[in-house]
């Protein structure tokens, strides 16, 4: 079976993701940079402070590439919902993500309560997207064939869930947790929860460039 839908799609959802590394790299960047050089001496000797204006290029640079790689990604779910229903459904949580996001700021300051359900309706969404672009490539590589493809999805949906699991049990666990003791198991379920994430990301970005590779 052709999908050359799919495979258009896909590459373009493989290729969002690669921009959003590269934008949170540039955030990361910016506030090294902001930390150790935020200050800069000028030839007549006055102290002149860079930071507003390191702080304004790497919030529009970001923005810039996170608009384009949401775009991107939307373009590539949309093109891939054609030739598998798996992506339609990530095309309805991917614009509801949007939907609640934009809610979640609205209300932040006015009706923080609000604001908060929305953020965590937001975060539902993301998990919803995140699983049936997973869903959509085990299916893919299912009717190719290929159990090393719907292998990794699976574990990759599995890891997936694991860490949005780990995130709810952060925010909730460290309220039962004496004063003295929650700085460090908060430290830990941190640390635990990064690493699940950097592991299923990994996995996830593998799983796309491998369907794409055999569409």
């Known amino acids: 079976m052709k999908a050359e839908n799919a495979k258009l799609g896909i590459g373009k959802i493989y290729r969002a993701e690669i921009l959003t590394i590269i934008a949170s790299i540039i955030s990361i960047a910016g506030i090294v940079v902001m930390i150790v050089f935020g200050k800069a001496v000028s030839s007549n000797g006055d102290t002149v402070n860079n930071t507003d ?20 990604n ?9 030739d598998e229903p798996a992506f339609k459904d990530a095309l309805v949580a991917v ?23 929305f953020e965590s309706a937001n975060n539902i969404t993301e ?19 290929d ?3 719907v292998k990794s999805g ?6 997936v869930f694991i860490v949005w699991i780990a995130a709810a049990i952060l925010k909730i666990v460290p309220t039962f947790i004496p004063a003295d003791s929650r700085t ?13 994430a950097i592991i299923a990301y990994i996995i996830y970005l593998k799983v796309l460039r491998k369907i794409s590779d055999i569409l």
Do not use: D, H, W
Not at 127 to 145: D, E, M, P, S, V
Not at 154 to 159: C, F, I, N, Q
């Open 74 to 82: 939307l373009r590539g779910i949309s093109l891939a919902s054609k």
């Open 95 to 117: 614009i509801l993500g949007l939907l609640t996001s934009i809610l979640a700021g609205v209300f932040s300051k006015n009706r923080p309560s609000l604001s908060n359900a």
């Open 184 to 196: 460090v198991v908060e430290g830990i379920l941190s640390i635990a929860s990064l690493v699940l």
């Open 147 to 149: 159990e090393k493809i």
């Open 53 to 72: 204006v390191i702080s304004l290029i790497v919030i529009l640079v970001s923005l810039v590439l996170g608009i384009i790689a949401f775009v991107l």
């Open 154 to 159: 699976k574990t990759a949906m599995t890891l």
């Open 127 to 145: 998990l919803l997207t995140a699983y049936y672009i997973i869903r959509g490539c085990i299916n893919l590589a299912q009717q190719k064939k």
